[in-house]
């Protein structure tokens, strides 16, 4: 045991799946570590309803010859948060489950602090590590629901915008008609497709995969033409999530794309 190195397994209990990563074990306040992320080693991700593999997981920790030190489980739905806590087998350490707003150290500069995903406010830590002294940034992150956010100069975060990801406005287009196809996120994000559609379901690619990209790119202007007005101060832009890749590629501005930003926000927790 003496020779492997301390590690560190996150989990982020999201809307559809649970994600685990293993990263470097992180002592948030080393001076030497001020403006980086704890290192990811490895992730793999579970569908909410299909069982997880322990051994699976056992064995990613033991390929890197990490010896796992502490286990941070955060995310959207409290409740499979505890259930899955309850499941740990006995030789990992005793997990912290992440609840509440108040154990992150941001402030919410917002109407409703009690009322933001806890994913949001892990990714606003990460960024606060990695963003320039001074500068407002935004965040842009993929997922069933596509998030952009706004770190204010002191590193507060004040909100943003939220609209369906692909996957759920997928699911919206061909429940809630008769005979429009599910396009699936294979399909999606394979590679773009043409914008004028020429078969039904060649439409309905166009208009999800162009219909992100446009609003996104139009939601990000906006906001940041007000955070320019508001603060005369330089912003920075980051990218996270599933569909990051792709959509990134289609972005009107440069990002620093983090595939694992919640994780290793998690991570970063003192």
Request: hydrophobic share 40%.
């Amino acid at each position: 045991m003496f020779n492997l190195n301390p590690a560190q397994l996150v989990v982020d209990v999201g809307n559809t799946r649970y994600k685990f990563a293993f990263l470097e074990q992180f002592w948030a306040d080393d001076e030497s570590s001020l403006d980086k992320l704890p290192e990811c080693y490895g992730t793999i991700a579970y569908e909410n309803d299909e069982p997880i593999c322990w051994r699976e997981i056992q064995k990613l920790l033991a390929d890197h010859s990490k010896h796992l030190v502490r286990v941070l489980i955060s995310g959207s739905h409290p409740d499979r948060m505890d259930d899955l806590a309850a499941t740990f087998p006995g030789d990992f350490p005793e997990p912290r489950v992440v609840l509440y707003a108040d154990e992150l150290p941001v402030c919410l500069d917002v109407q409703h602090p009690e009322t933001v995903g806890l994913d949001r406010i892990l990714n606003v830590m990460a960024v606060n590590r990695l963003r320039s002294p001074a500068h407002w940034a935004i965040i842009v992150d993929t997922g069933t629901a596509t998030t952009i956010d706004v770190v204010s100069c002191e590193g507060a975060f004040q909100g943003g915008a939220i609209l369906p990801g692909y996957e759920l406005a997928a699911h919206s287009l061909h429940d809630y008609t008769e005979l429009l196809p599910l396009i699936s996120m294979e399909e999606i994000l394979e590679e773009p497709p043409d914008v004028v559609g020429r078969q039904t379901n060649h439409a309905v690619r166009s208009g999800l995969f162009w219909g992100q990209v446009g609003a996104v790119n139009e939601i990000v202007s906006r906001i940041s033409e007000e955070l320019h007005k508001t603060t005369q101060a330089e912003g920075e832009f980051y990218l996270t999530g599933g569909a990051a890749p792709l959509l990134g590629a289609h972005l009107n501005r440069p990002f620093r794309y983090y595939p694992q930003l919640t994780l290793q926000g998690l991570g970063s927790l003192e």
